[in-house]
């Protein structure tokens, strides 16, 4: 008699399942794209966890993107930048044919992932951006509190503000849109019924 194996349903999105193997296989791509190798051993329940809720988040802010006027062209320029970039990482073509068997991933599973990662970006942008606004002084808070600090401790000579106001204000930015992210994202888990199933 042949048993069958049933792939266990381990979070919802609404009437959408998530399963076992959808978390897995998001698990191998991150491992891949963080190493460029298959993943060694067996993931840990911790690291299933985070692979399922970095998931979960994808596919509702994925789920939103549809809302937004996307320039289908500039993402599929952006996502194969992603993958030239992914395989200039190998010493040859063989090598990353070799790493992606290895791994269990496809070229058209990565391909996808950094089209989705590329619209969802699209979509911050133009949601999240213009609210991160940052003043002058939070600026130059960052610039006495934290900058010239950290530029001591490695010894460095500091560059005056004028040089790096550009650079302190596009962290902070980055700062607030993550909050604002990170806030959307609870909002979306409560308003698209998320569920979460013991492992």
Do not use: C
């Amino acid at each position: 008699m042949q048993v069958e194996t049933v792939d266990r349903v381990v979070a919802s999105i609404g009437t959408v399942a998530i399963t076992e193997h959808d978390v897995r296989e998001e698990y191998r791509i991150e491992q891949f794209l963080g190493t460029g190798r298959a993943p060694t051993g067996t993931a840990s329940a911790s690291a299933l966890k985070t692979a399922r809720s970095r998931l979960l988040d994808q596919m509702l802010l994925e789920d939103e993107s549809r809302a937004y006027p996307v320039n289908a062209t500039a993402i599929h320029s952006a996502a194969s930048k992603q993958m030239a970039d992914l395989r200039a990482k190998f010493k040859s073509e063989r090598e990353f044919q070799s790493a992606l068997r290895a791994a269990g991933v496809t070229q058209q599973q990565l391909m996808a992932r950094f089209e989705r990662e590329q619209r969802i970006l699209a979509v911050i942008n133009t949601r999240l951006r213009p609210t991160a606004t940052v003043s002058d002084k939070e600026i130059s808070d960052y610039y006495e509190k934290t900058f010239l600090p950290q530029t001591e401790r490695l010894r460095k000579e500091a560059p005056p503000l004028s040089a790096v106001r550009g650079q302190i204000r596009e962290i902070l930015v980055q700062e607030k849109i993550n909050t604002l992210l990170n806030k959307w994202i609870k909002r979306l888990r409560t308003e698209r019924r998320v569920r979460l199933y013991a492992e």
